[in-house]
């Protein structure tokens, strides 16, 4: 999708194993967003981030990390992945053309 | 905890005719926001509207808003194939592009 790359596009991991995730985007914005899409639940905040080095937790923060070092990277680290992890992750960014959220194509990560 | 959810689950319908869903959400909000999700893709935004509108179109989407029912709808008129998608609800209470999303409407328009 324009503006907006996520790496890889799926995973499948072993549970305690670390993972992360990358986000990366072209369009220099301040604002970046982790969800996660579980069935029957729609998408749900992880982690933003609203500058570089400046972040703060979602809805569903626990287990994960993020990092900011530079304005195009978003970061999303597993630690220690879980099985309850197994979801599809959504990288967003706001404002590209209309679209008030500009999602990712996503990642599907699978934790065994 | 979700915000917003939609009614119905899954949708099956005939080209052609018109589809509509709902959304409830459960504290104020800013805006509502309206996205549609094609499988294994991610999510595209479809129409926005404000806490202080009750009603707005583009081309065959009309999206009202009740703010004292605390409720949305998404109607999509004379759908096609390429309608078949997830069609979610997403609530931004402060602005801040912080969404809460419902669990997803599934429509599938049968040729």
């Known amino acids: 999708d324009a503006g907006i790359t996520q790496s890889p596009r799926h995973k499948v991991t072993e549970t305690g194993t670390p993972v992360t995730l990358r986000c990366h985007q072209t369009?220099?914005?301040?604002?970046m967003y982790w969800y996660r899409q579980d069935p029957g639940h729609g998408l749900r905040l992880i982690h933003y981030s609203y500058g570089v080095k400046d972040t703060d937790k979602g809805e569903v923060s626990d287990g994960y990390s993020v990092s900011r070092s530079k304005t195009e990277d978003f970061l999303l680290t597993l630690e220690s992945a879980t099985s309850s992890q197994t979801s599809v992750y959504f990288c967003?960014?706001?404002?590209?053309?209309?679209?008030?959220?500009?999602f990712g194509n996503g990642t599907r990560l699978t934790v065994t | 905890s979700q915000q917003g959810e939609e009614d119905p689950q899954a949708l099956s319908i005939q080209e052609g005719e018109n589809a509509t869903m709902n959304c409830s959400y459960k504290t104020s909000i800013n805006n509502l926001q309206w996205y549609r999700q094609n499988s294994g893709r991610g999510l595209v935004h479809l129409i926005l509207i404000r806490s202080n509108e009750r009603e707005k179109h583009s081309g065959r989407l009309r999206v009202t808003l009740d703010t004292s029912k605390k409720s949305s709808s998404l109607l999509i008129t004379a759908s096609r194939a390429a309608d078949t998608a997830s069609y979610f609800c997403?609530?931004?209470?402060?602005?801040?592009?912080?969404?809460?999303f419902g669990a997803g409407t599934t429509v599938t328009v049968r040729a």
């Open positions: 369009e220099n914005h301040r604002y």
């Open positions: 967003a960014i706001p404002g590209v053309g209309n679209s008030p959220l500009h």
């Open positions: 997403a609530t931004d209470a402060r602005n801040d592009y912080k969404l809460s």
